[in-house]
């Protein structure tokens, strides 16, 4: 059975991007801002291995949505793929553990391995944020 990941995305060509790269490996679903990625998480937080997820977007930041499901789960491993520096977002991003920044653009190897990691790493063994 194929692990679960929500990616909350909102620009099409990176979701596309995505589901090309690792719907192979892993049952993905799609969210299209922060506020429907809350709402999907809801209805699949007992099946998720990974929540990815973009910064900035429309409705709800990717911010927003990482403290969300921080608030439910202190385990689950967030991927935040952001065009910004990450710098320019750790004040935001400092108090979420358990999560890790990714640059835009992705790269597909890259991605694919840093998934793996944290999907298959034990909680306590995860990178943190830094």
Known sequence: MKK???IVEDDPM????????LSDQYD??????????IERYRLL???LSLVITD??????NGDEVALFVRSNDSTIP????SGS???????KLAVIPNLIVIAKPI????????????????????PAFS
């Open 45 to 47: 937080k007992d099946s």
């Open 107 to 126: 790269r597909v190897v890259a991605l694919r391995e840093v998934i793996s990691n944290l999907i298959n790493s034990p909680a306590e063994r995860r």
């Open 78 to 81: 967030i991927l935040f793929a």
């Open 4 to 6: 679960r990941i929500l």
């Open 55 to 60: 910064f900035q977007m429309p409705i709800k």
């Open 14 to 21: 990176i979701s596309k991007l995505l589901f090309i790269s």
């Open 28 to 37: 993905l679903a799609f969210a299209k801002n922060g506020e429907e990625g």
């Open 85 to 91: 520096d990450w710098r320019d977002l750790s004040p």
